[in-house]
């Protein structure tokens, strides 16, 4: 079947997840990824360059579904050394599993949040440059053409490894469209992504600088120290995901404070995809999973709040990078149900907010921030007032 050259979508679009194959894998240049009123891409096809030939929709994850596998084993990992694990989202696994690739001369594809207002995906071959791609962004990174650059190292027989979420692995490996033994593939538990324009617009609020390389954002705080999750640089600002009841940097600012976070940790912003996501499963589509280790038992024994990754083995060929830095870390094997318990995003997708439909109707017109505050005036009113209320009244009454 070829695609019609009047037929616009490759897949429907509410299940669209931007993962980009189409776009790398139309050899006419009849694909542009275009931003919709919430700054999502999706492709959309040229149709005077289109020859119809269809294989934008031959390496379209959406209609050629990937093998999802249940985990064969589970690992709890941090790096040694407080001073490395700071600069990781979790405990670091990733960065070891990447740095193990690079050790051998391979080749690693991951996501760098370096340019705040262009936060997309690069290749690495250098332990240095390792520490571009390390903490986690939460926004959609641009894939680009990034996939072409994969298959040209894969066919130079290099050793890949393809780091990111997991839609945009099942993108690598629908352009793909068959095994290469080289490449390992490394997800992450994912929650959902909003915009680059909404976080570029949010950080706009805070800072007129235009290069985004100015600018360090840091989406979450750790307990090790001192370091870029928590100084304040000059002249840079930093928001986030604050730990509750500490001063940041001058002001006790909450998660809710911060309209991007805000609608992040509501699952208000996320493409629409995110909301039947089909990765959000215990069945994993790449070699190894990556998450944070929520649910992990006390007989674990790790400073939970420096980050414990969590570290999903799905194929042999996970196994066998795994167990290149499995001694080079703190890793404990741990049964795959308690990570499953623990982590709603191995369970189902994100639950759309229920005033999505009125975020979707507000941003276009009045803006991040204003939509945000409208859209979420009774969960704010919730923790501001009436969480605190009743844990006052918990403790008054003598129950806490
Ligand atoms: C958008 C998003 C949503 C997430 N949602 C959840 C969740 O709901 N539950 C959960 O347990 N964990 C979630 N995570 C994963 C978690 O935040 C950590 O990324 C994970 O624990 C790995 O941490 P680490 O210390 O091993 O990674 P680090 O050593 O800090 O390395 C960071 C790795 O993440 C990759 N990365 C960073 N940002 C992005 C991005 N925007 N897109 C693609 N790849 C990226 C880098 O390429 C690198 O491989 C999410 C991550 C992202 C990016
Ligand atoms: S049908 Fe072919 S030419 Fe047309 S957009 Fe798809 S890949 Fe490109
Ligand atoms: S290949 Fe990816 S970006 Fe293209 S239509 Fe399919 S899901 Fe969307
Ligand atoms: S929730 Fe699913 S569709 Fe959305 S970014 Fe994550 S993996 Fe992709």
Same mark, same amino acid.
């Given at each position: 079947m070829h695609l019609d050259k009047t037929m616009r979508e490759i897949c429907p679009m509410v299940q669209c997840t931007g993962c980009s194959a189409c776009y790398n894998a139309c050899r006419h240049q009849a694909i542009n990824m275009t931003e919709n009123e919430l700054g999502h891409v999706y492709p959309q096809i040229d149709e005077d360059k289109c020859v119809g030939c269809n294989l934008c929709q031959m390496s379209c994850p959406v209609v050629n579904k990937p093998l999802l596998r249940y985990p064969n084993f589970c690992f709890a990992v941090a790096l040694l050394k407080d001073e490395d694990l700071k600069f990781s989202a979790s405990g670091g696994a990733s960065t070891a599993l990447m740095r193990a690739v690079i050790n051998e001369n391979g080749i690693v594809y991951g996501c760098t949040g370096e340019d705040v207002f262009h936060v997309h995906h690069i290749r690495v071959d250098s332990l240095q440059d390792i520490e571009r791609l390390r903490g986690s962004k939460y926004v959609q990174s641009e894939i680009g053409l990034i996939y072409k650059s994969v298959l040209a190292d894969l066919n130079s027989d290099k050793t890949v490894l393809f780091t990111g979420t997991p839609c945009q692995v099942a993108g690598l490996k629908s352009f793909l469209r068959k095994d290469y033994p080289k490449l390992i593939t490394s997800d992450l538990v994912c929650h959902g992504v909003p915009s680059q324009k909404m976080l570029t617009e949010n950080i706009h609020y805070y800072t007129s600088e235009s290069d985004g390389k100015n600018i360090k954002v840091s989406f979450r705080r750790k307990k090790c120290g001192s370091g870029v999750n928590t100084k304040l640089n000059s002249g840079r600002i930093e928001f986030g995901w604050f730990l509750r009841n500490q001063p940041y940097p001058d002001v006790n600012r909450k998660f809710y404070d911060d309209s991007y976070m805000f609608g992040f940790l509501q699952c208000l912003t996320f493409r629409d995809s995110c909301y039947t996501c &089909?990765? #959000?499963? *215990?069945? &994993?589509? *790449? +070699?190894i999973t990556l998450a944070d280790?929520? $649910?992990? $038992? +006390? +007989? #674990?024994?790790?400073?939970?709040g420096k980050g414990v990754s969590l570290c999903l083995i799905n194929t042999e060929r996970g196994q066998s990078l795994f167990d290149k830095v499995r001694d080079k870390v703190n890793a404990q094997e741990r049964d795959v149900v308690e990570a499953i318990i623990g982590n709603g995003q191995l369970q189902k997708p994100s639950d759309k907010n229920n005033a999505h439909a009125l975020f979707r109707c507000l941003y276009p017109k009045l803006g991040l921030k204003v939509a945000i505050e409208k859209s979420l005036k009774k969960e704010k009113f919730k923790l501001i007032v009436i969480q605190p209320l009743k844990q006052n009244i918990k403790r008054i009454i003598g129950w806490k």
């Open positions: &089909r990765y #959000a499963t *215990s069945a &994993r589509c *790449s +070699d280790f929520w $649910g992990l $038992g +006390d +007989d #674990a024994n790790y400073e939970k």
